[in-house]
């Protein structure tokens, strides 16, 4: 495969429930970055990633935990989410400053529904 | 704060020209990046302008002007499947390592 995949494209969970969000890069890069893709509302980062170490987290609720455990896969731990978390949730990758252009490049993100 | 600014809708009919705008207030700037997002997909990678100028890409151009804070982007010959929203991104120098503030997007509606 090529470019930014995520898994699962659809997901639907109770509040009560903890899922987890799994992104995947085939780029070589070592900049990793989760955002919210609201209805009506800018693309909101939430967490960026730089050689497998967090370097933001944009205050988001304790109830989001992400994960990189290497530069080309990341994920976000879900746990009692609410109705409100409902939204597209998209991963990105680019290159590090020095290593090119920094461009971001999307996944086709995962539409979540929290019920 | 970020203020990043575009028209919510616009629409076009097919073989036309369009511009969409995109004002900016940032401290800092650093470059500008347009995306297109097609409904239910991946924002897909446009453009990226840092100098002033016309940046041209086949039937797509971007515009910057870091002093007026400015830029556009222009499609050419527009086809149905340029339908879509376009989002535009700014990045500061200073800021996290890639964080680009995005605005709420233009929803391009083409039309036959």
């Known amino acids: 495969e090529t470019g930014v995949t995520q898994t699962p494209r659809h997901l639907v969970m109770g509040m009560t429930n903890k899922k987890s969000l799994k992104c995947e890069q085939h780029?070589?890069?070592?900049?990793m970055y989760w955002y919210k893709q609201s209805a009506k509302k800018p693309l909101e980062l939430m967490f960026v990633y730089s050689l497998e170490e967090r370097v933001e987290n944009n205050s988001v609720p304790s109830r989001f935990s992400p994960e990189c455990p290497n530069s080309s896969h990341l994920f976000l731990h879900l746990h009692t989410l609410q109705p409100e978390d409902s939204a597209l949730y998209l991963c990105?990758?680019?290159?590090?400053?020095?290593?090119?252009?920094?461009?971001?490049?999307f996944g086709p993100g995962t539409r979540l529904l929290v019920l | 704060g970020q203020n990043i600014d575009q028209p919510t809708e616009m629409t076009a009919t097919e073989g036309a020209i369009v511009q969409i705008n995109c004002t900016y207030q940032t401290s800092g700037f650093n470059g500008l990046f347009w995306y297109q997002q097609h409904a239910g997909e991946a924002p897909t990678f446009l453009s990226y302008?840092?100098?002033?100028g016309l940046e041209e890409k086949g039937r797509f151009s971007s515009f910057l002007s870091r002093s007026k804070g400015y830029s556009y982007l222009l499609l050419k010959e527009l086809q149905m499947k340029d339908s879509a929203s376009y989002l535009c991104a700014v990045t500061n120098r200073g800021s996290t390592l890639g964080r680009l503030y995005f605005g709420r997007g233009t929803q391009l509606t083409v039309w036959p």
């Open positions: 780029l070589g890069h070592n900049a």
């Open positions: 302008n840092v100098l002033d």
């Open positions: 990105a990758s680019s290159p590090l400053p020095g290593e090119g252009q920094e461009t971001q490049y």
